[in-house]
């Protein structure tokens, strides 16, 4: 089976990946040998952006609880925190919104099967691939279940794509909403962008608080 989905891989990389069509599949069949043969540890930012073009939930502790720990300090940042938790919370959203552990991750995944890594290793290769994907995940959302993980705030972590951008380094924002233990959520937008030469993230954050029962 991974010698039939790494030739099929190869065919596709090989063609060039410049269409949603091809960025799904690649996706779907990096998916397959993740699952076939998982690496120690999972690579979480991979995982994340391939069920999320699936649209299929994470679910597992072993792969989701690093990456909701790492939320749930940021949610004790954003109610009782101090100053040096602005490293914290600048670091978490840097991850997810330029991309960088995706690509990475992605191209350890291709370069381990002896695959072509251009769509990695290339900025205009690359911008073309998260520029299809943003039209796959158009209309879909990933969740991260944090329920039975004894954390501290979170309950869960819903993903969606957020406003299409034309001016930014990543061509759309990202939306999280950290559904909490109490009932409350917090909605989190976020934007990369060139910011006079460097790369800089904006982003908005809303506090709801939980249903009054009636």
């Known amino acids: 089976m ?4 790494v030739k099929k891989l190869r065919a596709v990389l090989d063609s060039g990946v410049n269409s949603e069509c091809k960025v799904s599949y690649v996706l779907c069949e990096s998916r397959k040998l993740l699952e076939k ?23 597992r502790p072993k792969t989701t609880l690093p990456f ?9 940042s ?13 670091n978490a959203f840097r991850e997810f919104v330029f991309l960088d552990t995706f690509r990475e991750q992605l191209k350890r995944l291709l370069a381990g099967y002896g695959l ?10 690359w911008h073309e691939f998260i520029t299809h994907y943003a039209g796959i995940i158009q209309d879909g959302s990933l969740s991260c279940d944090g329920k039975n993980l004894y954390l501290k705030w ?30 409350s959520s917090i909605d989190v937008d976020v934007r990369a962008m060139d ?3 460097k790369l800089a993230i ?6 709801n608080p939980a249903p009054v029962a009636v």
């Open 154 to 183: 979170v309950r869960e972590v819903i993903f969606t794509k957020g406003q299409a951008r034309s001016d930014s380094y990543v061509p759309f924002d990202l939306s999280w909403r950290i559904g909490l233990l109490d009932g």
């Open 68 to 76: 909701l720990q790492r939320v749930d300090e940021f949610v004790g």
């Open 78 to 90: 954003v109610f009782g925190g101090t100053d040096a938790d602005i490293v914290l919370e600048h």
């Open 195 to 197: 910011f006079a030469g």
């Open 37 to 59: 043969y998982p690496p120690d540890p999972p690579p979480f930012a991979l995982l994340l952006y391939c069920n999320w073009a699936l649209h299929v939930d994470l679910d």
């Open 2 to 5: 991974k010698d039939s989905i």
């Open 116 to 125: 072509p890594t251009a769509v990695c290793d290339e900025e205009n290769r």
């Open 202 to 207: 904006f982003h908005g954050l809303k506090i």
